[in-house]
């Protein structure tokens, strides 16, 4: 059974970097696509964006001039990287992998890191 | 961009039917999936390309989607399944979520 764990800073100042990273185990990070969502305090569920384990990338157009995901397969992880970051990307962040199946979804999650911007 | 729409809400008896709709334009054209989320824990899908089960969900669980509506179908509904859920598809190479539905069991 895969599973996936966040981690990095919980607090964040306004106009730096957020920097997370999602460790898989239980299974290797080639061959699939994996994902970064978060979650606005009450709120519901945005994609910000993917990398295929062959490097390809692709974003929420809404996020893509901040964005940059990646992955390092020698430890089977992925990273986030969302620069300028204001209050408004408070919110849980989580990572996630895509299914098996020919379609788009996301089969396993990791618990979720929540990240506060704040001064 | 696509956008799907959720009610906010909805209640059921406990041991009835729930049907949650997740409606967008011609969503019957394209594969639904749906989440489980309880209060601080991360979703959980259940119900994948619109009407296939995970292995370990309840077959209490079911999908369909023709039309302009996906219905995730919650039958005997229990007050394990009190939780928000919400649907998602693929469109133009990007990941959408409706807005999601909290459903009381009461």
């Known amino acids: 059974q895969v599973q996936l764990q966040e981690s990095g800073p919980g607090l964040v100042k306004p106009s730096e970097t957020l920097s997370l990273t999602c460790t898989v185990s239980g299974g290797s990070i080639s061959g699939s696509y994996w994902s970064w969502i978060r979650q606005t305090p009450g709120k519901g569920l945005e994609w910000i964006g993917y990398v295929y384990y062959r490097g390809n990338t692709n974003y929420n157009p809404s996020l893509r001039s901040r964005v940059t995901v990646s992955l390092d397969t020698s430890k089977n992880q992925f990273s986030l990287r969302l620069t300028s970051v204001t209050a408004a990307d408070t919110a849980v962040y989580y990572c996630a992998s895509r299914g098996k199946t020919g379609s788009y979804y996301f089969d396993y999650w990791g618990q979720g890191a929540l990240v506060t911007v704040s001064s | 961009s696509y956008e799907m729409t959720q009610p906010l809400s909805l209640s059921v008896a406990l041991g009835q039917t729930a049907r949650i709709t997740c409606g967008g334009d011609?969503?019957?054209?394209?594969?639904v999936h749906w989440y489980q989320q309880k209060p601080g824990q991360a979703p959980v899908l259940v119900i994948y390309?619109?009407?296939n089960r995970p292995s370990g969900i309840p077959e209490r669980f079911s999908g369909s989607n023709s039309g302009n509506t996906a219905t995730l179908t919650i039958s005997s509904a229990q007050v394990g399944d009190e939780a928000d859920y919400y649907c998602q598809v693929w469109h133009t190479s990007t990941v959408v979520f409706g807005g999601g539905t909290k459903l009381t069991v009461l």
């Open positions: 011609n969503i019957g054209g394209k594969d």
């Open positions: 390309s619109d009407s």
